[in-house]
């Protein structure tokens, strides 16, 4: 992850599309289980399996799932050579199939082998040099007709729009079905520390996607001020508005945010903010993190500390409050990278998730 942060560059997206780069590390991945096989066409499909799985595995995340590719019947060379799937496992919601079409096909190929306990069907068009992943449409299920040709014609997949709902639909049925019984009160006081465990994914939003606890920052500022106008106060929010990096953020660039409480009590409650921005060079990102006081506070915790961790969870950025208006990182990374956010103030900390 650099920490740099280099001038910014206008991204216009195609958001009718979801397109996923291709990178050197995918094909790695794929060229490792394409040497287990020694059948050229096998190898051949497996490699764009593989790919497939990963581009899907990115989108899912992008909109707020957690896939697991160890729990794919695709990710086991020992099944690769005994089925032709493409699976991609999302918890708490079950099995998809990713379903490779290369350029110049009206139809979509799918597996025979892929019809058991699959909870919906994604067409992924390669390009011709595999450098990019084209998501074009899902289908939730496979019609007798269908199964029957091996392929589905691309008139019949259905918007990508659709799946966020479709999949959290079956989540919500999921859940419930798992909720036997309530979980017992805590009755310990003291530091805590929580995850959120969901991943946000910030190349995803740049393609619009809001991920699950998250919120555009007008939405934000709207909460902000209704909260002090009920209470009689006026709160100018001057941070995020006028930051001493303002001439690096462009007019294109995307934030989200959310509240975070550490502690018991409402006046602990704190405003966390995110931004993405493409760099002019390359395919990093930009990245800002920034953390501001919330309720009647005018400053931050004396003691609260904010620190942005690699993928290993070591600490590459860290600061502390110091009774600051406010804290800002500003970096920049590779897409596919992850890295973590930690926020704590007094042993009390919450840990946020992210992928470029």
């Known amino acids: 992850m650099d920490s740099s942060f280099p001038a910014m560059t206008n991204l216009q ?13 995918n094909h790695q991945v794929a060229q490792r289980f394409y040497v287990h096989h020694s059948d050229h066409e096998l190898s051949k499909q497996v490699y764009l399996n593989t790919l497939s799985v990963q581009a899907v595995c990115f989108y899912i995340t992008c909109i707020g799932f957690k896939p697991d590719l160890n729990q794919g019947l695709s990710w086991e060379p020992t099944l690769q050579a005994l089925m032709n799937v493409a699976d991609v496992w999302v918890d708490d919601v079950g099995r998809l199939e990713c ?3 290369l350029p ?7 597996s025979t082998q892929a019809t058991a306990d699959r909870i919906g069907y994604l067409a992924v068009r390669l390009n011709a040099d595999l450098t990019e992943a ?3 449409g899902f289908v939730p299920s496979l019609q007798d007709e269908w199964i029957e040709m091996e392929q589905v014609p691309l008139a019949e997949w259905r918007s990508l729009n659709e799946l966020p709902k479709h999949l959290a639909t079956l989540q919500s049925a999921s859940s419930m079905k798992n909720e036997t019984e309530a979980k017992p009160p805590s009755t310990t006081q003291g530091p805590w520390s929580e995850s959120t465990g969901a991943i946000a994914c910030l190349s995803g939003w740049l393609n619009n996607p809001i991920n699950k606890g998250w919120q555009a920052l007008d939405t934000i500022m709207e909460q902000v001020q209704q909260k002090h106008q009920a209470n009689g106060l006026a709160y100018g929010f001057r941070q995020p508005l006028s930051s001493p990096h303002s001439h690096l953020i462009s007019s294109d660039s995307v934030k989200r945010g959310k509240f975070l409480t550490l502690g018991e009590q409402a006046r ?3 405003l966390f903010i995110v931004g993405v921005n493409p760099s002019p060079v390359g395919s990093e990102l930009n990245i800002t993190v920034e953390v501001y006081p919330f309720e009647t506070q005018l400053y931050l915790p004396q003691t609260i500390q904010l620190a942005v961790m690699d993928e290993t969870g070591k600490a590459v950025l860290q600061a502390q409050g110091g009774n600051s208006e406010g804290l800002e990182f500003h970096f920049s990374g590779e897409p596919g990278e992850r890295f973590s956010v930690k926020v704590s103030v007094e042993g009390h900390q919450i840990i946020e998730q992210f992928q470029i």
């Not at 110049?104 to 799918?110: E, F, H, L, Q, S």
């Open 13 to 25: 997206p195609d958001i009718s599309v979801f397109t996923v780069p291709i990178t050197e590390a």
């Open 99 to 101: 379903c490779p079409v």
């Open 104 to 110: 110049g096909m009206d139809a979509v190929p799918v």
């Open 134 to 136: 084209e998501l074009l």
């Open 268 to 270: 602990d409650e704190l």
